[in-house]
């Protein structure tokens, strides 16, 4: 624990690296600690990133740390940030093999956790025929026999949003399906069918979704279908640092909330991608990642020269 980091960024995704990239271009010693539990890396491909659309994600991952290597003041290093805590001049962070290193400043971008419903058939299938987001998923199945699994008002939303690919939809409620008259009659209007019948297994060949199953035996042919989840923290650090989590929203239960900087509540820790998008998708968490690295540099050199950071400061000596 001989080195002193800048910045220790928490994960390798698209945030993470874009950070690193800025932080590296910025000439600031950092560390950036990949546990490689990416949550897209069973798509596909990631659709509507500009210059890599229908790239494989781990495709671009690869492609950023060599971009990121052409810069010697940052260090990428494959493992897991397992604790944090805060110390008179920073922060010190404890990897899993033991390893300990004191920073500056902290930058959490490890992403979230998806957790779809636990039913057979879906694992095999998640991130290609199944998937959550119709704007990365669904010119891949445009034009196609599709279904959406979800209840109430997240049923009408992900079915209406899905409906701009194909003109035929069902959703799925698997039970009772929470919809008023009014709702009922919206999906009605798009030509959207409503299914009550319990889902037990989804059918595949060749890796692709091929019908949907159900408690009575029958069968529904569809060939992609959206599964209405949200995002959970998959670490502790957040909790560990202090940071405050913003109130529950239609794509995370427990997003961190940050400001325009993507500054958290914790002095000197920020957080960008999933961890805190009000939209997941690759796109925007690279765009979240080079803020939030620029917003580091920024904190840095308040605390070394006495720079006015507009919207007042929360870096680590304020």
Same mark, same amino acid.
């Given at each position: 624990?001989d080195t002193?980091?800048?910045?220790?960024i928490?994960?390798?995704?698209?945030a993470?690296?874009?950070?690193?990239?800025?932080l590296g271009?910025?000439?600031r010693?950092t560390?950036l600690?990949?546990a490689?539990?990416?949550?897209n890396l069973a798509?596909?491909g990631?659709g509507?990133l500009l210059?890599?659309?229908g790239?494989?994600p781990?495709?671009l991952?690869a492609?950023?740390?060599?971009?990121?290597s052409a810069?010697?003041?940052v *260090?990428?290093?494959?493992g897991?940030?397992?604790?944090?805590?805060?110390?008179?001049?920073?922060?010190v962070?404890?990897?899993?093999?033991?390893?300990r290193?004191r920073?500056?400043?902290?930058?959490?971008?490890?992403?979230?956790d998806?957790r779809?419903?636990?039913?057979?058939?879906?694992a *095999?299938?998640w991130g290609?025929?199944?998937?959550?987001c119709?704007f990365c998923?669904g010119?891949?199945?445009? /034009?196609?026999?599709l279904?959406v699994?979800?209840?109430?008002?997240?049923?009408?939303h992900?079915?209406l949003?899905?409906? %701009?690919?194909?003109? /035929?939809?069902?959703?799925?409620t698997? %039970?009772?399906?929470?919809?008023d008259?009014a709702?009922?009659?919206?999906?009605?209007?798009?030509?959207?069918?409503?299914?009550?019948?319990?889902?037990?297994e989804l059918?595949?060949e060749s890796?692709e979704l091929t019908a949907i199953?159900?408690?009575?035996?029958?069968?529904?042919p569809r060939?992609?279908?959206?599964?209405?989840?949200?995002?959970?923290?998959?670490?502790p650090?957040a909790?560990?640092?202090?940071?405050?989590?913003?109130?529950p929203?239609?794509?995370?239960v /427990?997003?961190?909330?940050?400001?325009a900087q993507?500054?958290?509540?914790?002095?000197g820790?920020?957080?960008?991608?999933?961890l805190?998008?009000?939209m997941?998708?690759?796109?925007?968490?690279?765009?979240s990642?080079?803020?939030?690295?620029?917003?580091v540099?920024?904190?840095?050199?308040?605390?070394?020269y006495?720079?006015a950071i507009?919207g007042?400061?929360r870096?680590v000596n304020?």
């Amino acid at each position: 624990m001989d080195t002193t980091w800048e910045c220790v960024i928490v994960g390798g995704g698209a945030a993470g690296l874009s950070a690193g990239l800025v932080l590296g271009r910025a000439r600031r010693r950092t560390l950036l600690v990949d546990a490689g539990s990416q949550s897209n890396l069973a798509a596909h491909g990631i659709g509507g990133l500009l210059g890599h659309d229908g790239r494989a994600p781990a495709e671009l991952y690869a492609i950023g740390r060599g971009e990121i290597s052409a810069y010697p003041s940052v *260090e990428i290093r494959d493992g897991e940030v397992v604790a944090a805590e805060r110390t008179d001049d920073g922060f010190v962070v404890e990897l899993a093999d033991g390893r300990r290193e004191r920073t500056r400043r902290i930058l959490l971008a490890g992403g979230m956790d998806y957790r779809p419903p636990d039913l057979p058939g879906l694992a *095999e299938l998640w991130g290609r025929s199944v998937f959550h987001c119709p704007f990365c998923h669904g010119w891949e199945v445009r /034009d196609q026999p599709l279904a959406v699994l979800a209840r109430g008002a997240g049923a009408v939303h992900s079915a209406l949003l899905l409906r %701009g690919w194909s003109d /035929d939809i069902v959703v799925l409620t698997d %039970g009772p399906a929470d919809l008023d008259g009014a709702a009922r009659a919206q999906l009605s209007a798009a030509g959207i069918g409503v299914d009550e019948r319990r889902v037990t297994e989804l059918a595949s060949e060749s890796g692709e979704l091929t019908a949907i199953v159900f408690s009575d035996g029958t069968r529904m042919p569809r060939k992609g279908l959206l599964v209405a989840t949200t995002l959970h923290q998959r670490s502790p650090l957040a909790e560990q640092l202090g940071v405050e989590l913003g109130g529950p929203t239609p794509v995370a239960v /427990d997003p961190v909330a940050v400001d325009a900087q993507h500054r958290t509540s914790t002095p000197g820790v920020f957080a960008a991608g999933d961890l805190s998008a009000q939209m997941p998708q690759v796109a925007a968490a690279v765009a979240s990642g080079s803020l939030a690295a620029a917003a580091v540099v920024q904190s840095l050199i308040a605390d070394e020269y006495g720079l006015a950071i507009p919207g007042g400061s929360r870096h680590v000596n304020a």
